[in-house]
């Protein structure tokens, strides 16, 4: 709890006025009014020092309320520009993004099994290529990765895939590109692109996004904010374990959820047992052709996938079941290529949910498939930055690290 | 988000005043200026009024720092009074307790079996006894109890051994004594207290409290409040299911964690499989005195119960770890009737922990058992109501609803 002083109530308001302009396509003054319970001459004051930054725009006039016909505002989308990548697939994928989420340009380059520098290499590039697209101003870059992730300190602490150990990313991007950086979870980016742009703009709400790609992990959203957890890795759900002598996991433990409902786990259980479905393939083949291969096999009713791809099911339920009983969350979306299964393994994973949790409390509880597909972490780890609205006054450009 | 005024600013102000003089046995308004950041007048301003609501007194003269000894400020412990409820045990227990959590009076009455309109009366007459101590003023009633709670409405929507269902227990007891009237679910209550009262007020802080007693379940506290999910069913691990094909729940499912690791749980499992070691016993007794026994039985070193309550441990554990994966929350206590097996017991839970946990996310956690003992509840109920700092003005006292 910190002392509330007049600047301090001077900047809540204007946030309050910007965050009302983003949360309507067009809105006259005094709608805001209305909307935030501020005076008529506050809002006037602010907006002006909005519309003076170019956060917004005066795109007409709306219907008259019985006076004069009211000029409308409306957030300038393309005044400010955001960096944003996703590290959790087999390619590095960025994107130029909007204030209003839209992509512009993307970049892509394969990984194909580098790690530690090289890596850190590929993430240059990108940015360099994103760059080079010419869209001014820059206010940041947002970055989803997989691994735990001490965000306040922009510090990977592990990505195992990657081989990076307490690797300072934040302050090695800011340095060299003189902009703000946020790192993120990728797991907790999803949750923040589902929020802000898939699930539509709750206020205040609460949400929990299960991703389930190569890996899984969830992130969670209480009263409209990311909970990172006291080391970062709240949502880490990839680790719990679900079956009692179960494979061996790459963290050590054995039968933790990723070894039975991620996309490698899904595809080691087929190797094992079901290797013909997979078989007329090249064995070097990169996760999203074998999982193609296998939801194919399960689409066509190959009895042993099918087993398989239901266990995964029913372990996701049982762990999601867990979920609703430690945070009684009500809305819990799915994302990641896991979701090729489609509607039948959705419902499979519905009803282990019902069968494994407290009725009183599962009734109300939806489930579904996230919104955004792949374009889920990019856009929430640019969400990040924009719910930092701060960050986008020209005074503080670029200057000020999160 | 709301819009900041300046009355939003000066009553916030008067708060965290307030609440610095809580947080300190004694405190001059020179380090109560320190440690807002407030300016020496403003603070003067405040103490005044709280001198003139006799929420504060003077004390004495704190140590010179050069200038004129400065006059030290403290908590008037016993100017307000709570009273408080646990109805969560075979008997009922109510307190009056003052703004430093001391208990002044108790009054208990057994349950006896009753439901219903009978246990509702029971609650009525305790909180009568406690009225007839003359403790005054009274400035709220806080009551903790079994059963999922929709708190902001004060509804107790099921409470499955009280055959309580959508019973308004808030608006009845503000009804007949007129009092603002919070109503938690236990081991939510549990959770408070140990934050407030027992582990240390950590502003901000995080904190689960596993309740371990006849029944079982968790409250969470995050960035220093208590969480209580979207129906109030936050924390409700009971009835996560961590043996398949276990015994039969009183929820109608099957292998929840309460029917293995929480009292009448343990107890269920001695009377199947172990009846000799509570065997000399009369079979109707309460669950305290077939604990008693059956902690004997343990110390002893009885192989069929020591098998029984290792499993206990080792399936809290798994549901801990569960919680750890979620949260990642970092400072976890046990408290209930459960924490009474010891040592040995507190030591297998975590070795199930560490053994279920993604390790680094388990290094760093702690668990521990609860410091207030019993009182847990009482003492949480009772902080809810504290921590809305304003119902202790007198202008708002015995008026304003929760």
């Known amino acids: 709890m910190k002392k509330a002083t007049r600047q301090h109530t001077k900047e809540h308001n204007r946030i ?4 009302t302009i983003f949360d309507h396509p067009s809105i006259s003054r005094a709608e805001i009014a209305r909307t935030t319970g501020l005076t008529r001459t506050t809002v006037t004051d602010i907006v002006a020092a909005l519309l003076d930054e170019e956060l917004v725009t005066e795109i007409g006039v709306g219907e008259s309320q019985g006076g004069k016909s009211p000029i409308l505002l409306s957030l300038a989308e393309n005044s400010r520009f955001l960096l944003s990548l996703d590290l959790s697939h087999s390619e590095f994928r960025g994107a130029v993004i909007n204030l209003r989420g839209e992509i512009l340009a993307t970049a892509c380059l394969p990984v194909e099994g580098r790690s530690g520098e090289e890596a850190l290499d590929l993430v240059y590039q990108i940015l360099d290529q994103l760059i080079e697209a010419g869209f001014r101003p820059l206010v940041g870059i947002g970055v989803g990765t997989p691994g735990l992730v001490n965000s306040p300190e922009g510090v990977v602490i592990q990505a195992v895939n990657l081989d990076w150990e307490n690797l300072p990313l934040a302050s090695l991007l800011q340095e060299r590109y003189g902009l703000p950086v946020r790192v993120l979870n990728d797991s907790q980016a999803a949750a923040m692109g589902e929020y802000t742009y898939g699930h539509g703009h709750l206020a205040e709400g609460n949400l929990v996004v299960i991703n389930a ?67 007329s393939r090249d064995s070097g083949m990169q996760d999203e052709a074998s999982l193609d291969a296998i939801v194919q096999a399960y689409t066509a009713g190959d009895p042993q996938v099918k087993q398989i791809v239901s266990d995964s ?13 430690v945070l009684n969350i009500q809305k819990i979306l799915i994302s990641g290529d896991m979701t090729h299964f489609g509607d039948a393994w959705l419902q499979a994973v519905r009803e282990a949910v019902s069968q494994h949790s407290f009725s009183r409390l599962v009734t109300e509880t939806h489930i579904d498939v996230g919104q955004l597909g792949k374009d889920s972490i990019l856009l929430g ?22």
Chains 1, 2 share one sequence.
Do not use: W
């Not at 309050?16 to 965050?19: A, E």
């Not at 957890?229 to 002598?245: F, L, M, N, R, S």
């Not at 780890?381 to 999160?402: G, N, Q």
């Open 16 to 19: 309050l006025v910007l965050k």
């Open 213 to 279: 790609r190569h890996g899984l992990g969830a992130g969670i959203i209480l009263n409209g904010r990311l909970f990172p957890g006291d080391g970062g890795g709240a949502g880490e759900i990839g680790h719990v374990v679900v079956q009692e002598a179960g494979s061996l996991c790459r963290c050590g433990n054995y039968g933790c959820l990723e070894t039975v409902a991620s996309v490698q786990g899904v595809i080691q259980k087929v190797k094992e047992l079901a290797p013909g479905s997979i078989r």
């Open 313 to 325: 099911a029913r372990y996701m339920g049982l762990a999601i079941s867990g979920l609703v009983g």
């Open 381 to 402: 780890a640019s969400a990040v930055l924009i719910s930092h609205y701060s960050l986008l006054f020209r005074r503080e450009m670029a200057s000020e690290p999160l």
